[in-house]
């Protein structure tokens, strides 16, 4: 497939995503079998949903995890940038704790690899001490 081809398909699937349904199903639809999910976050306390997924099956997880644990407030993408297979997607998103009831707003940087059409690698970067604040319900302090 070309880099636009990726970027489009993976266009498509933001702009269900930011509709703020939380459902993953459009997700699912465009991972390969094997693929290799991971996050910034690795499954910290609080975030558990966030552990390495090594399979379709393990990303299912996370997004039933993530729904359980989160509300999406906004999710809104700025650019698709492409090289070869990759799509580095960068954008930002809210979210509120359902456990806490904070709010987290944050930067999103999303890595992907494709191949035939299908995302093979998933890399998520977020502003993880804010998230981790929210999910906790503890205030960050200043040093």
Same mark, same amino acid.
């Given at each position: 497939?070309?880099?636009?081809?990726?970027?489009?398909?993976?266009?498509?699937?933001?702009?269900?995503?930011?509709?703020?349904?939380?459902?993953?199903?459009?997700?699912?639809?465009?991972?390969?079998?094997?693929?290799?999910?991971?996050?910034?976050?690795?499954?910290?306390?609080?975030?558990?949903?966030?552990?390495?997924?090594?399979?379709?099956?393990?990303?299912?997880?996370?997004?039933?995890?993530?729904?359980?644990?989160?509300?999406?407030?906004?999710?809104?993408?700025?650019?698709?940038?492409?090289?070869? =297979?990759?799509?580095?997607?960068?954008?930002?998103?809210?979210?509120?704790?359902?456990?806490?009831?904070?709010?987290? =707003?944050?930067?999103?940087?999303?890595?992907?690899?494709?191949?035939?059409?299908?995302?093979?690698?998933?890399?998520?970067?977020?502003?993880?001490?804010?998230?981790?604040?929210?999910?906790?319900?503890?205030?960050?302090?200043?040093?």
């Amino acid at each position: 497939m070309t880099e636009h081809e990726n970027v489009e398909i993976l266009r498509s699937v933001y702009e269900k995503w930011g509709d703020q349904s939380l459902d993953a199903s459009n997700w699912m639809d465009v991972l390969a079998d094997d693929v290799q999910w991971r996050s910034i976050a690795d499954g910290a306390p609080g975030m558990e949903f966030s552990s390495a997924s090594r399979s379709k099956n393990e990303v299912a997880r996370y997004f039933e995890e993530l729904a359980n644990d989160w509300e999406m407030l906004r999710y809104s993408v700025d650019e698709f940038v492409a090289q070869g =297979d990759r799509v580095v997607v960068i954008g930002r998103c809210g979210w509120r704790s359902r456990n806490t009831g904070k709010t987290v =707003d944050t930067p999103k940087v999303d890595i992907f690899r494709m191949r035939d059409g299908k995302v093979t690698e998933f890399y998520e970067f977020f502003d993880t001490a804010k998230a981790l604040e929210a999910a906790r319900g503890n205030e960050m302090t200043s040093s």
